[in-house]
């Protein structure tokens, strides 16, 4: 297994940042017990800062090529809360909650040579999730 530490692709924000909005709809809300709000029957856009681990897998060794059967796993913090546009925020309530999470997602297509250009699609397969963590409060725990 060979792991490469804060990768930072922009494609992997970009796919990360779509995956993020599509899931976290689902895992943060009402019902928990510090929720965040989102805007309600609308994309909402999740700006973040993350840190990834590459885990190069896909066959013994490692082949140093991000591509499929490769994961990404790694932490990410929460730094705003938008429409699509921008136009319209709810990251005011970023000042009392934080939110933090881990993840591990899967390359599903696509090649990236970490030196060099190129593109990956990503996935949620079997064992992959997205966690999310809401604290409050003045350590915000």
């Known amino acids: 297994m060979r ?3 804060g990768l930072g692709t922009k494609g992997l924000a970009t796919a990360v940042a779509l995956i993020l909005t599509l899931a976290v ?17 609308k994309i909402t856009k999740l700006k973040y800062v993350n840190y990834e681990n590459w885990l190069d897998i896909n066959v013994p060794g490692g082949d140093g090529i991000i591509n499929d ?8 913090k929460v730094e705003s809360i938008t ?3 921008g136009s ?7 000042g009392a909650k934080e939110v933090t999470g881990s993840f591990r997602i899967s390359v599903i ?3 990236i040579v970490p030196t060099g250009a190129g593109h990956v ?4 397969l079997s064992g992959d999730f997205f966690k999310f963590f809401v604290g409050t409060g003045a350590t915000k725990n």
């Open 109 to 111: 297509g696509g090649a």
């Open 3 to 5: 792991k490469l530490e």
């Open 25 to 41: 709809g689902g895992l943060i809300g009402p019902a928990e017990a510090a929720p965040v709000t989102l805007l309600e029957g």
């Open 83 to 85: 429409n699509v546009s």
């Open 69 to 76: 059967g490769d994961k990404f796993e790694g932490i990410l």
């Open 88 to 94: 319209v925020s709810l990251s005011a309530q970023l």
């Open 121 to 124: 699609d990503l996935g949620l």
